[in-house]
């Protein structure tokens, strides 16, 4: 089992920047690659971004592409979202994801899951 915990969702203006956090523990967290999601009320959870095991390869969709970065600290077993730019349409809940194998841009593939953080962009 991976237990994954966001956090630092929150409020911000339109052009603002927030960072999230997925602290992992349970398994070994260089074994798992991570995925972000996130979830707007009414709509279906959109991949926005995934991590190799390794570290050494990110991939972000065109939505969020040159605005959001991940990376992970294997020290601390937590992998990060860097959202620069932030749009009103970026509002969701965020997800990290942990899957034991390649990272992957469908959500079903994917093991394990955290509870979610809250994120609000106004304009």
């Known amino acids: 089992q991976v237990q994954l915990v966001e956090s630092g969702g929150g409020l911000v203006q339109a052009g603002g920047s927030l960072r999230l956090s997925c602290a992992a523990s349970?398994?070994?967290?260089?074994?798992?690659?991570m995925g972000w999601f996130r979830q707007a009320p009414g709509k279906e959870r959109e991949f926005v971004g995934s991590?190799?095991?390794?570290?050494?390869?990110?991939y972000y969709p065109n939505s969020v592409k040159g605005r959001f970065t991940i990376s992970r600290d294997y020290a601390k077993s937590t992998v990060y979202l860097q959202m620069n730019s932030l749009k009103p349409e970026d509002t969701a809940v965020y997800y990290c994801?942990?899957?034991?194998?390649?990272?992957?841009?469908?959500?079903?593939?994917?093991?394990?899951w955290g509870q979610g953080t809250q994120v609000t962009v106004s304009s």
């Open positions: 991590i190799t095991s390794s570290g050494g390869s990110t």
């Open positions: 349970g398994r070994t967290f260089s074994n798992y690659a």
């Open positions: 994801a942990a899957r034991l194998t390649n990272p992957h841009i469908e959500a079903r593939e994917y093991d394990y």
